[in-house]
Nanobody, 122 residues
Framework: QVQLVESGGGLVQAGGSLRLSCAFS????????MGWFRQAPGKEREFVIA????????FYADSVKGRFTISRDNAKNTVYLQMNSLKPEDTAVYYC???????????????WGQGTQVTVSS
């Protein structure tokens, strides 16, 4: 069974940066597409960004292009979300997720972390 544990959330001022980490365990990390989703209060969970098994391909939501990047270290079984130029509308619980096969931007990932809160103050 895959386990995902996020860390790195917190409170930051608008324009600031945060780096989230997600530690993967239980299966072979390099077999999985890794993605980040977020859910703001009163809204549905939405796709943010994802990376292919080897990091060669990245998929972005339009709202984060040019500000967020994703990277993975297959030796450390960890995926990272670097968030720059943060805006108050980025405030949400951020979830790490893993899936096999295709569909990096689809919400039907196989495994999910517990989420980490990111709050951006204006």
């Amino acid at each position: 069974q895959v386990q995902l544990v996020e860390s790195g959330g917190g409170l930051v001022q608008a324009g600031g940066s945060l780096r989230l980490s997600c530690a993967f365990s239980g299966r072979t990390f390099s077999n999985y597409i890794m993605g980040w989703f977020r859910q703001a209060p009163g809204k549905e969970r939405e796709f943010v960004i994802a990376t292919s098994w080897n990091g060669a391909n990245t998929f972005y939501a339009d709202s984060v292009k040019g500000r967020f990047t994703i990277s993975r270290d297959n030796a450390k079984n960890t995926v990272y979300l670097q968030m720059n130029s943060l805006k108050p509308e980025d405030t949400a619980v951020y979830y790490c997720a893993a899936r096999r096969g295709i569909g990096a931007t689809r919400p039907d990932y196989d495994y999910w972390g517990q989420g980490t809160q990111v709050t951006v103050s204006s």
